[in-house]
C-alpha cells in the first residue's frame, strides 16, 4: 500500500537492523486518517469473505481494527495480554513469545466472545516472526471458530513470520512489506 510505505519512509525510525519504529502514526501517536485508509485497504482486499469479527491483540492491532469493524459492521474482539484478576470469565489461552521484549507472554479471549460460529478476521499491526499469530490462530483453533483471514499492517518479509503461517495453511496479507532495515535504511520488497 503506497501511502502506508510513504509514511514508513517519513516517520519510520531504525534503532538497529531488526526493528523498525513507527510510534509517530501507529504505535504510541496513532493517525486517524492512516487508520481509516488501512481499514478501507483490508475491506478491499478481504471482500469475498463473510467475516462475523475481526480479532486482534492488544494494543496496536486495535486502532485498524476498530476502523475496519465500523466499515464492515461487525465486533472487534481484542485478545487480552497477561489479564488481570479482574478477568474473572471463562477463557482460551496461550502463550507467545515476545519479539520486542523477548520474553513469554499470556494472551487470552474470553470464551463469551468466540465462537465456532465465528469466521475470523486476524489483523496485527506487525509480523516477525509469527509467534503472535501463530498464537492467536491457536486459540482461534481451540474456539473452533473459522479463519478466513490474516491480515498484517507491516510485515517484516526478512522475518520467518509468514513461512512458519503460511505452514499451517493460511495466506497473509500485509499491507506494507519490509525487505531489510540493515544500516538503517527501509528497502521495501517489491
Ligand atoms: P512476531 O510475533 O511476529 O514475532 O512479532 C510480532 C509482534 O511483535 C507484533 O505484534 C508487534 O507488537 C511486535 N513487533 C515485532 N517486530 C516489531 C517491530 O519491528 N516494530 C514494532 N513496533 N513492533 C514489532
Redesign the pocket.
Known sequence: MKLLEEYIRTYGEVPND?????DAFL?HQIDTRLMMQLAEDFKEHFKDQKITKIVT?ET??IAPCVFLGYLLHVPVVYMKKNPSKIMTDDCYHTN?????KDRDYEIVISKKYISSEDNVLFI??????????LGAIRVLKEAQATICGIGIV?E?AF?S?RKQVQALGYDVYAQARIASLKNGTIVFAE
Do not use: P, R, W, Y
Request: one cysteine or more; proline letters at 0%; aromatic letters at 8%.
Open positions: 531488526d526493528v523498525l519504529k513507527v504505535n491483540i496496536s492491532g507467545i513469545h515476545s519479539f520486542t496485527d499491526d506487525f509480523m516477525a516472526n509469527g509467534e503472535a499469530c507491516i517484516k522475518q513470520g
